[in-house]
T-cell receptor, first 110, second 115 residues
């Protein structure tokens, strides 16, 4: 079993819709969870971090964490074509080890 | 602009060349990392420098060698690379330590092509 799993996609949504990205992780004691956005050929950019169960909102982005289910998600409201990118889920596990998921490719269709 | 600076942004090198990738962070972070990323794949950890200790991913071939002149610099020396080493090389830093929860800050990356 991989430490961090994501659906690779591609995920396509129309402009203005909500994009929902999901991630599961294997280490039950993980405490830190991150979403990175990566445009093609560019480096990952941190867009959200979440540490407690529940929702965390920042502008059009909402991260949701459920530690009991070992599940973290990212919602993008009012999706824009500029949101088209690969979204990497990252989890900091025991020993401060970072694990990345394989990424979900998102395309927002104008 | 990023607070983790990588140079060069692009590098083309022959298989007999020796080159170096440079990475510098100005955030007082205690840990620095080198990752390799192939197209449509997640970043793969190569090296970690944390608390003056270097950790190596044992799957990384010896033609890659890291060097840490000080706590804000982590260079990657390249020698006798193969075409399959062509990738995006990412440097990152983080504030490590007990109780820290923060994520990584990545540099802009070096696009390496081995010919």
């Amino acid at each position: 079993q991989k430490e961090v799993e994501q659906n690779s996609g591609p995920l396509s949504v129309p402009e203005g819709a909500i994009a929902s990205l999901n991630c599961t992780y294997s280490d039950r004691v993980s405490q830190s969870f991150f979403w990175y956005r990566q445009y093609s050929g560019k480096s990952p950019e941190l867009i959200m971090s979440i540490y407690s169960n529940g929702d965390k909102e920042d502008g059009r982005f909402t991260a949701q964490l459920n530690k009991a289910s070992q599940y973290v998600s990212l919602l993008i409201r009012d999706s824009q074509p500029s949101d088209s990118a690969t979204y990497l889920c990252a989890v900091k596990m025991t020993g401060n080890q970072f694990y990345f998921g394989t990424g979900t490719s998102l395309t927002v269709i104008p | 602009d990023t607070e983790v600076t990588q140079t060069p942004k692009h590098l083309v090198m022959g298989m007999t060349n020796k080159k170096s990738l440079k990475c510098e962070q100005h955030m007082g972070h205690r840990a620095m990392y080198w990752y390799k990323q192939k197209a449509k794949k997640p970043p793969e950890l190569m090296f970690v420098y944390s608390y003056e200790k270097l950790s190596i991913n044992e799957s990384v071939p010896s033609r890659f060698s890291p060097e840490c002149p000080n706590s804000s610099l982590l260079n990657l020396h390249l020698h006798a690379l193969q075409p399959e080493d062509s990738a995006l090389y990412l440097c990152a830093s983080s504030q490590e330590g007990a109780g820290t929860v923060g994520g990584y800050t990545f540099g802009s990356g070096t696009r390496l092509t081995v010919v």
